[in-house]
Structure formats: C-alpha cells, structure tokens
C-alpha cells in the first residue's frame, strides 16, 4: 500500500529490519533512506548493480571502486557494529529463484528485529512483488505520488537549470498531479524550453505531456469527454441520480456527513448509451476521464500484472477527482473462475485487487462501469459498496428514439424538424442508439450517391435495411430484462416496449439459442 515517509520510518522503529520499497521514483527512495538513516544516526550505503556502492559521508557520496555483490554487502551490514541502512536498487534479478541463497539471506535478515545495533536493508524494485519465502516477514510499501510540495520543488529546480523564472501557480501543480518526479520534470522542462519559463502558462503543457504518459503506461488511457449530458438520449432516471451523485463533490458535502461517491454499474443491451455515458458524466462535472484496459493489465512476467492495476489505480488516485471507466467489464472478468488452474492465481489477485479498492478508496475517484453480459459478472462485484447502484439500459422506447435521431441528424448539421421523426421511431421498434446512429450514416451515404439532401425516406430505407440485435437476441433480451426487474434500478423511467415476434424459420447459431440465466450446475 502506498504510504508516507512517516510510515516507513515508524515500521523500522517498530523493529522492521528489511522493508521493500515498491517504486520507479529511485531518487525519493533514496531521499527516504538519507532521512531514515540520519533519524537512526547510522551510516548508509547505496548499491546497485551499475554504480556499485556510493557511501553517504557528510552531504555528498563516496563510490568505492570495488563493485560488491548484495549478498556481500548484506554480511557487512550484519557485521557492523555500529549498524546501518543499506538500500540495494532494482535488486528484483537477485531474488529470482536461481539466487535462492540471496533470498534465504534476507529472509535471516528479517528475523534480526531487536538484537544489537539498528541494521536497515531496504530493497527497491519497480513492481511491488516479493518471492513467497520472504512475504511473510518483508513489509512492501509504495511511494505515493509527489504531492503538490515535491512538485513544486521540482518545477523549482527545473526553472534553474534551463535559467528561466519560476512563478508557482496552483493551476501548474494540478495539472501536473499523477505523474512521478522523473515525469514531471519532463513536463516542466518543456515548459521551460517552448515558453522560456515555468508558470500557469504551461498549464496545457503539462495537461499533453500528462496525457502522454497515461498512454505510454498501456493500462490506463485518457479521455477528453466531447459528449454531454445532452448527446444522451432518455435514461431519465440515471440522469436524475447522476446530476444528485454530482452535487456530492461540491463543497459543504463533506461537513454534510456525504461520503465521496463510489460509482455506478451499468448492465444492459449493447448500443445502447453505457459508455456514452461515461463520457458525458466527465464532461458535465468536468472531470478528467481515464479509461481502464483489464485486457492490457495482464503481463507475461512474474507480478508485472498486480504492478499494472496497482500503478493504474495509484495513478487515478492522484487525479482525483476522475472518472474512472472500465468499458465491458465482464470481459476483463473473463476466466477468473479457472483462474487458479490457468495462471496460477493472478486473476484472481488482480481483480481482489480492484475489489478491495472499489470497496476501501477514499479519494473521489467516480467508477463508471460497463457491461453487456450480467451472467459472466461474479457475485461479489454486484453487491453494494462496490458501486453506489446498479442501473439496466433497456432498449429506447418511441420517444427516445425520437430524441436520439434528432442528436445525431443535428451532429451532422441536419435540421431535425426537416425529417418525421414519428414515422422513423415507429418503424424503429427494438432498435439500439448504435442502431438509429448507424441508418442515419447510411442516409447520408446514400444521399450524397444520389447527389441531393438526406430525406425521411432514406433514413426510413436504411432503417428497412437493418436486422437489430434484438431480433436476433430476443431470447436472452426477454431474460435479461426479467433479471434486471428484480436485481436493478431501471434507467429510463418508460416502460419497455414489447418487442415485435422474430420469424422462426431464420436459423440460429448456438450462442443466440443459449440461455444465459440457467444456473451452470443445471446446464
């Protein structure tokens, strides 16, 4: 768990002798171990595989020429008499199992807690992953995020090297919040170079270099909503409770006794306006917007995948308050019933991950999430404290159709009252937003082959010419719905349409004539 400098130094005083430092941030690890080893009054040494050992003396460092190996240098700290804390960086290589006896040392090492002189290991590493002999006795922490105060000592320290001025703004240092020092001083040198100083003025500076970085880091991607509440049509009742969950984020709310909300879990049929809603929700409370990827969360190393979720959630933390959106949950989900048999656990791992955190942060970070297929969700994600609720997006009934047609022709600067609008919602029963977005592209396209303005007749002929999914899914949708009327609130305030019979001489493929509903042990 990400903690303080005052917690890593209360576990040493509490008898730690080996602690794990889970970070990228080497120079704030270091400044920790400077710290902790003048609180200690302890010589400290530093070692990693390139530089060898540097000793601090005074307020600079000795190298010593001789480039020890960790286990060598874990003697002499044992041996010490006047103790000591040695920091050994990136030393993951050397707690693989083809190191097993640099493992069984350190493992000995944490059994010292109390006997002679204060000896401090400290064991960096990127990924906060420790082999299964020392997780027992070896604390992991992790670096929280620099706070505005190490950012503005980096925006500070970054001016005077480029030798430009330095005029703090709290608008820079929030817009530079989630990156890490190495980061950040990126943003603000550019800052520095393109506009000759470093203040508000870099503001949308920082904000790209920001973006950049969330999508280099593969895991999380950043959004900027161009869709508001208004591009969405119907779902009256999720905008009532969403405008009610928003007005929790201004002030008084907390003297008020309201907790920051946690998020909502839209189910429903696909196309239907769940992750357009995502979007609009960042968009109307003007919250940036991250996109969580669990498909690119899973890696191929040994704790890669549980490093990825934790930076990825660490990361929407510092930016609170966001929207934080996982489009299609239940595909990132996929497997985690057989999770122990085929990966050995780690999607079980990273998803107890999610969980806990859904269910324990503090930080106003908005979970928004998706998901077509309520049978592949498990159990302990539906429950409440997870989500604040849980909203079914049925299918837009005549009068939402009307309105979605409208969004989308004045999108492509149409003028709606030239079309008639009652006829194509008539025509229109069961079809999806994604649907009527669709006929209304294809109106234009054929418009524009017949070189004249898109009438209500091309949209009627595109809309002749689709098949929607409700057609050919009827079945599981009946079902769905019936699911949902006891299990969710519903979105929309209409009631759902009937929607019209399937022709049943069309064949079907397996997956459109299974039920999803019949409990597995009966299938």
């Given at each position: 768990?990400?903690?303080?400098?005052?917690?890593?130094?209360a576990?040493?005083?509490?008898?730690?002798?080996?602690?794990?430092?889970a970070?990228?941030?080497?120079?704030?690890?270091?400044?920790?171990c400077?710290?902790?080893?003048?609180?200690?009054?302890?010589?400290?040494?530093?070692?990693?595989?390139?530089?060898?050992?540097?000793?601090?003396?005074?307020?600079?460092?000795?190298?010593?020429?001789?480039?020890?190996?960790p286990?060598?240098?874990?003697?002499?700290?044992?041996?010490?008499?006047?103790?000591?804390?040695?920091?050994?960086?990136?030393v993951?290589?050397?707690?693989?199992?083809?190191?097993?006896e640099?493992?069984?040392f350190?493992?000995?090492?944490?059994?010292?807690?109390?006997?002679?002189?204060?000896?401090?290991?400290?064991?960096?590493?990127?990924?906060?992953?420790?082999?299964?002999?020392?997780?027992?006795?070896v604390?992991?922490?992790?670096?929280?995020?620099?706070?505005?105060?190490?950012?503005?000592?980096?925006?500070?320290?970054?001016?005077?090297?480029?030798?430009?001025p330095?005029?703090?703004?709290?608008?820079?240092?929030?817009?530079?919040r989630?990156?890490?020092?190495?980061e950040s001083?990126?943003?603000?040198g550019?800052?520095?170079?393109?506009?000759?100083?470093?203040?508000?003025?870099?503001?949308?500076?920082?904000?790209?270099?920001?973006?950049?970085v969330?999508?280099?880091?593969?895991?999380?991607?950043?959004?900027?909503?161009?869709?508001?509440?208004?591009?969405?049509?119907?779902?009256?009742?999720?905008?009532?409770?969403?405008?009610?969950?928003?007005?929790?984020?201004?002030?008084?709310?907390?003297?008020?006794?309201?907790?920051a909300?946690?998020g909502?879990?839209?189910?429903?049929v696909?196309?239907?306006?769940?992750?357009?809603?995502?979007?609009?929700?960042?968009?109307?409370?003007?919250?940036?917007l991250?996109?969580?990827?669990?498909?690119?969360?899973?890696?191929?190393?040994?704790?890669?995948?549980?490093?990825?979720?934790?930076?990825?959630?660490?990361m929407?933390?510092?930016?609170?308050?966001?929207?934080?959106?996982?489009?299609?949950?239940?595909?990132?989900l996929?497997?985690?019933?057989?999770?122990?048999?085929?990966?050995?656990?780690?999607?079980?791992?990273?998803?107890?991950?999610?969980?806990?955190?859904?269910?324990?942060?503090?930080?106003?970070?908005?979970?928004?999430?998706t998901?077509?297929?309520?049978?592949?969700?498990?159990?302990?994600?539906?429950?409440?404290?997870?989500?604040?609720?849980?909203?079914?997006?049925?299918?837009?009934?005549?009068?939402?159709?009307?309105?979605?047609?409208?969004?989308?022709?004045?999108?492509?600067?149409?003028?709606?009252?030239?079309?008639?609008?009652?006829?194509?919602?008539t025509?229109?029963?069961?079809?999806?937003?994604?649907?009527?977005?669709?006929?209304?592209?294809?109106?234009?396209?054929?418009?524009?082959?017949?070189?004249r303005?898109?009438?209500t007749?091309?949209?009627?002929?595109?809309?002749?010419?689709?098949?929607?999914?409700?057609?050919?899914?009827?079945?599981?949708?009946?079902?769905?719905?019936?699911?949902?009327?006891?299990?969710?609130?519903?979105?929309?305030?209409?009631?759902?349409?009937?929607?019209?019979?399937?022709?049943?001489?069309?064949?079907?493929?397996?997956?459109?004539?299974?039920?999803?509903?019949v409990?597995?042990?009966?299938?």
């Open positions: 768990m990400a903690v303080p400098y005052e917690e890593f130094r576990l040493v005083d509490a008898g730690a002798t080996v602690l794990h430092v970070s990228f941030e080497w120079e704030r690890v270091q400044g920790w400077v710290a902790l080893a003048k609180h200690l009054d302890v010589p400290l040494e530093v070692w990693s595989s390139s530089a060898g050992v540097r000793r601090l003396r005074g307020d600079g460092w000795e190298t010593e020429l001789e480039t020890a190996e286990i060598e240098l874990m003697k002499r700290l044992r041996d010490a008499k006047a103790g000591g804390v040695l920091l050994l960086e990136d993951h290589p050397y707690l693989a199992p083809q190191h097993h640099v493992v069984r350190v493992r000995e090492m944490a059994r010292w807690a109390g006997a002679g002189p204060r000896g401090v290991l400290v064991l960096s590493t990127p990924v906060a992953d420790l082999p299964a002999e020392l997780r027992k006795e604390p992991t922490i992790e670096l929280p995020l620099p706070g505005v105060e190490d950012l503005c000592t980096v925006a500070a320290r970054t001016a005077s090297s480029h030798a430009v330095f005029e703090p703004a709290d608008a820079l240092f929030e817009a530079a989630g990156l890490t020092v190495m001083r990126i943003a603000f550019l800052a520095a170079v393109k506009n000759r100083r470093v203040s508000a003025s870099a503001v949308s500076l920082v904000a790209r270099e920001k973006e950049r969330i999508r280099q880091g593969r895991v999380l991607e950043y959004f900027e909503p161009e869709a508001g509440i208004a591009d969405v049509g119907g779902l009256d009742r999720l905008k009532q409770w969403l405008d009610r969950r928003g007005r929790a984020y201004g002030s008084g709310a907390r003297d008020f006794g309201l907790d909300p946690k909502v879990l839209l189910l429903g696909q196309g239907c306006g769940k992750s357009l809603m995502a979007k609009a929700v960042a968009s109307a409370w003007q919250f940036p991250l996109r969580l990827d669990l498909g690119r969360v899973f890696g191929g190393l040994v704790g890669e995948s549980e490093g990825n979720i934790r930076a990825a959630l660490q929407s933390q510092a930016l609170a308050p966001c929207v934080l959106w996982i489009d299609e949950i239940e595909k990132g996929a497997g985690l019933g057989s999770s122990d048999q085929s990966d050995g656990g780690t999607s079980a791992r990273v998803v107890g991950t999610l969980l806990t955190w859904m269910q324990e942060k503090r930080e106003p970070v908005f979970v928004v999430a998901a077509n297929r309520v049978e592949a969700l498990p159990p302990e994600l539906l429950r409440k404290g997870r989500f604040d609720e849980l909203f079914f997006v049925d299918l837009p009934t005549h009068a939402v159709r009307k309105e979605i047609l409208a969004v989308h022709l004045r999108k492509k600067r149409r003028d709606p009252a030239s079309f008639d609008l009652d006829q194509l919602a025509m229109s029963v069961g079809y999806s937003g994604a649907e009527l977005e669709e006929a209304v592209r294809e109106a234009l396209y054929e418009a524009f082959s017949d070189g303005e898109p009438t007749e091309h949209v009627a002929s595109a809309l002749s010419e689709t098949y929607p999914l409700s057609r050919t899914m009827s079945e599981q949708l009946v079902g769905l719905r019936q699911w949902a009327r006891a299990r969710a609130r519903a979105a929309s305030s209409e009631e759902p349409e009937t929607l019209p019979p399937s022709p049943q001489s069309i064949p079907r493929l397996r997956q459109e004539t299974h039920n999803p509903f409990p597995v042990g009966a299938r």
